[in-house]
């Protein structure tokens, strides 16, 4: 593929694409571990699709546009950075994937079964990342408890906000995939509210000897007396509901970023210490090899690239996450297609966007991303 021309490389990518969806095959395909990346000149068509099943949480609920027509979302939830990972997992095994799993296990999954894993890919590559331990501590370690409804902040499952996509795809690894019409997680917590409301009652009047080691293997601050049992009670019942299936090829991801956060980012360009162009370069080149090879790469950015913030909003930099499913050019500018997880309807966002949206899914220009971009993350 290499020696081809990168232009008749990315449309023989798409063709050969088409083809293994339509077998319903899954691509077995292991990518290189650090491949020359370069941009695709010509900005190559490719049109991805991630799995959806129409189940309890995504049937048309009397709405307009229906959820069915509608991208997961993570409704009033804060865990973009899982909804993101379970499309980019879900395009890969070719089910679909649901997102309160991949959460679950980014807080709670004990990292040492990575280790356990026969898969000698795996194993090569956890061997090459000596430091993925402290990476996946790094990570949860970012992660921040709400207030909402949570005045004393404790560290329960739902009330914990956000994530990083390379850590949860890493650990999803551990114990089988689970399918979302198991596990259902559109619309956020809606359809599973009525078990965490059981459980934070149930697990304050008898808390549950031990529960503690349930989540043992997580961060300090994801730890309390109250939170502990109610979160292992919520593990025993995600492994209760979940039908799991092993993975049919190990998840291997691949990240790179500029930035921290949204909010480093916006550090960064308010200090005068803009992002180099070669280091934005370096993720669009991601971007467009993770899409001529087969894969869907989600790209970390600002939700205020797509909607206007409202003042009252205190949050300033809303950091997001999404799957880039699609690449065109129109006229002389290319366009990257982004899967938008927060349910927002197209009409609500800003001028110049919403014209390009079309029930959650948006055609964004090179430049418009590039204000925001600080990261991306694909699966080999």
Not at 1 to 23: C, Y
Not at 89 to 100: D, E
Request: glycine share 6%; net charge positive.
């Amino acid at each position: 593929m290499r020696a081809l021309p990168h232009a008749m490389a990315g449309l023989i990518a798409a063709l050969s694409l088409v083809g293994q969806a339509g077998a319903g095959e899954i691509d077995r395909r292991i990518l290189p571990v650090a491949p020359a990346y370069a941009r695709n000149p010509a900005c190559d068509p490719v049109s991805l699709t991630i799995p959806f099943e129409i189940h309890t949480g995504t049937r048309d609920v009397g709405i307009s546009p229906s959820p069915k027509d509608l991208p997961l979302n993570q409704g009033e939830s804060a865990i973009c950075f899982a909804y993101a990972t379970a499309d980019m997992i879900s395009h890969r095994v070719g089910r679909s994937v649901s997102p309160l799993d991949v959460a679950t296990k980014f807080y709670f999954a004990d990292p040492a079964r990575l280790e356990a894993i026969p898969d000698p890919h795996l194993r090569r590559h956890l061997r090459a990342h000596p430091a993925y331990r402290a990476d996946i501590a790094w990570s949860r370690n970012t992660a921040e408890v709400t207030k909402d409804g949570n005045p004393t902040l404790e560290p329960y499952f739902d009330k914990i906000e956000g994530g990083e996509e390379d850590t949860a795809a890493l650990l999803y690894n551990i114990g089988g995939y689970c399918e979302d019409r198991d596990l259902p997680s559109n619309d956020g917590y809606r359809y599973v509210m009525p078990t965490l409301r059981a459980l934070r009652y149930r697990t304050k009047l008898h808390p549950t000897r031990q529960s503690f080691r349930a989540v043992a293997a997580t961060a300090s601050h994801l730890r309390g007396r109250r939170a502990d049992p109610f979160n292992a009670a919520w593990i025993a019942h995600v492994e209760a509901t979940c039908r799991r299936t092993p993975l049919p090829v190990p998840l291997l991801p691949v990240s790179y970023r500029v930035a921290a956060s949204q909010a480093d980012f916006a550090d960064m360009l308010e200090s005068g210490r803009h992002p180099s162009k070669p280091k934005l370069d370096r993720i669009l080149a991601m971007v467009d090899y993770a899409l001529d090879h087969g894969r869907v790469p989600t790209v970390g950015y600002s939700w205020y690239l797509l909607e206007d913030r409202d003042p009252k909003d205190p949050d300033l930099f809303a950091d997001h996450a999404s799957p880039v499913i699609g690449r065109r050019k129109a006229g002389s500018v290319c366009q990257y297609r982004i899967q938008d997880n927060t349910g927002e309807y197209c009409g609500r966002m800003r001028d110049g966007i919403r014209e390009r949206c079309d029930n959650g899914r948006i055609w964004v220009t090179e430049s418009e991303l590039r204000r925001t971009l600080y990261s991306v993350t694909y699966l080999r």
